[in-house]
């Protein structure tokens, strides 16, 4: 990290409130045409996920080899439930991030972190621009987001809610979201119940490791 980067760190941080189900397999047609109803933006990216030493209470992350990210805990506010649609686990997370040199050409997997490979389908909503339409700095805003995610050539997918800006607008910023993706059910056999709510880090945990 430079002189320049580090006087540029962002030290207060992000604060967000948000909700993610995890499926197994491939991403149905029916699925991505039911989420295609927003506009949305495309990115492919590589994270890699620190399980080891497990620090409860955080994740850590490199966000496409070019952002540190930690994340802390700071709770559940209660359930997001939409009858006939979706329940969920809230959680409130406090977020920072910092630049990350991306590592040399041939470096392998470094022991402890778990690389994720992603196809991104992200569409913002805001009770104040529309959907669709990122707002400036803090404004709030809803990141709503479908992903195709590969771990060690096993298939899942994952939608999820995330909310930021000031603490007092997260709830009525992802209900507002929510209510908006599920005015329209979603397809049969998708189940977004809360044995499949979680975030990446408490996924990744649960899974075996090689062998």
Request: proline share 9%; hydrophobic share 40%; with cysteine.
């Amino acid at each position: 990290m430079t002189a320049t980067q580090a006087e540029s760190l962002d030290t207060k941080g992000v604060r967000s409130l948000e909700v993610r189900w995890i499926l197994p397999g491939q991403l149905t047609a029916a699925a991505a045409h039911w989420f295609g109803r927003f506009p949305a933006e495309t990115r492919m990216v590589e994270d890699a996920y620190l399980l080891d030493p497990h620090l409860p209470g955080l994740s850590v992350k490199v966000r496409g080899g070019r952002a540190l990210e930690v994340k802390m805990y700071c709770g559940s506010p209660g359930l997001l439930e939409l009858a006939g649609s979706a329940h969920g686990r809230l959680e409130s997370w406090h977020k920072w991030s910092f630049p990350h040199d991306p590592a040399g050409p041939g470096t392998s997997d470094p022991a402890g972190w778990r690389p994720v490979s992603k196809r991104r389908r992200i569409s913002w909503f805001s009770q104040a621009t529309g959907v669709g339409v990122p707002g400036p700095g803090q404004e709030p805003r809803c990141a709503v987001e479908l992903t195709e995610f590969d771990v060690r050539g096993e298939a899942w997918w994952t939608l999820g809610f995330e909310a930021t800006g000031p603490a007092e607008a997260l709830r009525g910023e992802l209900d507002a979201a929510a209510a908006l993706v599920f005015d329209q059910a979603p397809p049969g056999g998708v189940e977004l119940g809360m044995d499949n709510s979680r975030s990446y880090a408490q996924w990744l945990r649960r899974r075996p490791g090689p062998g």
